[in-house]
């Protein structure tokens, strides 16, 4: 089956500094990918959308400069959380899509901790 | 606006049969589709439906009716393992055909 994956799988960092996680799809090509920010005992809610080549789509409420998404091949997608903040703790978590059957394969996760 | 409502948690015993229910709102439906999340883990896709009807995949069955903007995930012969979190997500069938996901409802599955 389709792989993604994510890297890295924890990080912690210092608040004002910048952090940027990978997005990969291993087997498969992905025109579009997703990106979603889960916090503790709650839903999954998607940050922004990306297609290979251009620029994000980002959802109401969700800050574009500090949320910097970058989808340069069609195997990679980046977020970089800019000036990161206690309040950007939480779970973040991609996915892909296949440009054939539309399905969406979810990356494992990424757990972002801002002290 | 979008809405996609479940029940916030459900307990079960082993070797039971429970639904879980999802009630949507949203501004375009393309299918519903159900997963499953354990903690600290990624979802992990369980079922899809586009027509009305029942689809069934082992213990798992999902229902949708487009009419009634309402489905369910039924889980029979529960296990321990099956103790999660499940979600319903909305397909939409505008843009990107986004996922939109549910509240969410946590199952605690008992000895």
């Known amino acids: 089956g389709a792989v993604v994956s994510q890297h890295p799988s924890w990080v912690i960092c210092k608040s004002g500094t910048s952090v940027k996680i990978e997005c990969r799809s291993l087997d498969f090509q992905a025109t579009t990918m997703f990106w979603y920010r889960q916090f503790p005992k709650q839903s999954l809610m998607l940050m922004a959308t990306?297609?290979?080549?251009?620029?994000?789509?980002?959802e109401q409420g969700v800050e574009k400069d500090k949320f910097l998404i970058n989808h340069a091949s069609l195997t990679l997608s980046t977020l970089t959380v800019t000036s990161a903040h206690p309040e950007d703790s939480s779970f973040y978590i991609c996915s892909a899509r296949t440009s054939g059957s539309g399905e969406q394969f979810f990356g494992p996760g990424t757990r972002l901790t801002v002290l | 606006g979008q809405s996609l409502e479940q029940p916030s948690e459900v307990t079960a015993v082993e070797g039971a049969i429970v639904q879980i229910n999802c009630t949507y709102q949203?501004?375009?439906?393309?299918?519903l589709s159900w997963y499953q999340q354990h903690d600290g883990g990624a979802p992990t896709f369980l079922s899809y439906n586009a027509l009305d009807g029942l689809e069934e995949t082992g213990r798992f069955s999902s229902f949708l009716s487009r009419s009634d903007s309402y489905g369910y995930l039924l889980l029979q012969e529960l296990q321990m393992k099956d103790s999660a979190s499940y979600f319903c997500a909305v397909k939409e069938n505008t843009g990107f055909q986004k996922l939109v996901f549910g509240t969410g409802t946590r199952l605690l599955v008992s000895p």
């Open positions: 949203t501004s375009g439906f393309y299918g």
């Open positions: 990306s297609n290979e080549g251009s620029k994000a789509t980002y």
